[in-house]
């Protein structure tokens, strides 16, 4: 039989509680070739938004460039909730305008829609690659979903 020590309990409650540290969540929609691609960071819950821009494309580096007001302003949002709230953990969505999965047998050439998510991909590959170098200590959940309106009749769900 096991013999456990006498705080044994005592160190379990302390251990396994429930904390409610608060998350962070960013989010990067490709709003289409018009529309651009928004990201935001979200605290907590959607309603709790820090941090909003639009890119114009997925070409766009305008979060990457080191020294641009847009890019230390996000890098330094992320900065500061990570290092106050302790948050070690982030939750990104990234949110292609058409289908990611290509067509399992197909003779056509690929097309436009196909090129952007591709580019889009590699912009968030890019942000991937610039997290591991400014916060190293962070953990990052990612959720790669799709929307297309086309597809809105089949499926129930709303933006």
């Known amino acids: 039989?096991?013999?456990?020590?006498?705080?044994?309990?005592?160190f379990w409650d302390t251990v396994c509680h429930d904390e409610t540290r608060p998350n962070l969540a960013l989010e990067i929609v490709d709003l289409g070739a018009d529309g651009g691609i928004e990201v935001s960071i979200h605290l907590g819950?959607?309603?709790s938004l820090v941090f909003?821009?639009?890119l114009v494309d997925p070409e766009s580096d305008l979060l990457l460039t080191h020294g641009s007001i847009e890019t230390e302003t996000f890098w330094k949002c992320i900065r500061d909730h990570v290092n106050n709230a302790a948050i070690t953990q982030l939750f990104l969505t990234a949110r292609c305008h058409s289908s990611p999965m290509p067509h399992a047998v197909s003779a056509r050439r690929i097309g436009y829609a196909e090129m952007r998510n591709v580019r889009f991909f590699?912009?968030?590959d890019d942000i991937l690659d610039e997290f591991t170098t400014r916060e190293p200590c962070l953990s990052v959940e990612v959720n790669v979903t799709y929307r297309n309106e086309k597809n809105g009749r089949f499926i129930d769900y709303g933006f």
């Open 52 to 54: 909003e821009v639009l």
């Open 45 to 47: 819950q959607p309603s």
């Open 1 to 10: 039989m096991q013999q456990f020590h006498r705080d044994f309990d005592t």
């Open 122 to 124: 590699r912009l968030i």
